[in-house]
């Protein structure tokens, strides 16, 4: 296993949840890393993404502001801060690693840039 996602759960409207990441070295030292979600019965999208040095991060619109990427690259693991939760936020959460070197917000945020896949953990946010 490359990529292990763990920290999802049930929480209310307005609560937090820290999701983890944690990779084997050699897949944690791909150029990005990136968290995208899938709720049920639509199709998965990009949540957050942060290149290797921790310099270029992007969010999705849905939740800037409230949540926050991070990565401990001496844990090899990355991080999902998710904050002021909403029921929309619903889903099963994905990391992944990419091992290009792109930059760019069109590239960062393409699950199809990505090779390596956690299964997921779910995040419930009642209302």
């Known amino acids: 296993v490359q990529l292990q996602a763990c920290g999802g759960g049930l929480v209310q409207a307005g609560g937090s949840l820290r999701l983890s990441c944690a990779a084997s070295e050699r897949t944690f030292n791909s150029n990005t890393m990136g968290w995208f979600r899938q709720a049920p019965g639509k199709e998965r999208e990009f949540v957050a993404a942060?290149?290797?040095?921790?310099?270029?991060?992007y969010y999705a619109d849905s939740v800037k502001g409230r949540f926050t990427i991070s990565r401990d690259n001496a844990k090899n693991t990355v991080y999902l801060q998710m904050n002021n939760l909403k029921p929309e936020d619903t889903a099963v959460y994905y990391c992944a690693a990419d091992q290009s070197g792109g930059s760019y917000y069109y590239i960062m945020s393409n699950q199809y840039e990505y090779e390596y896949w956690g299964q997921g953990t779910e995040v419930t946010v009642s209302s």
């Open positions: 942060i290149r290797k040095s921790g310099d270029i991060r």
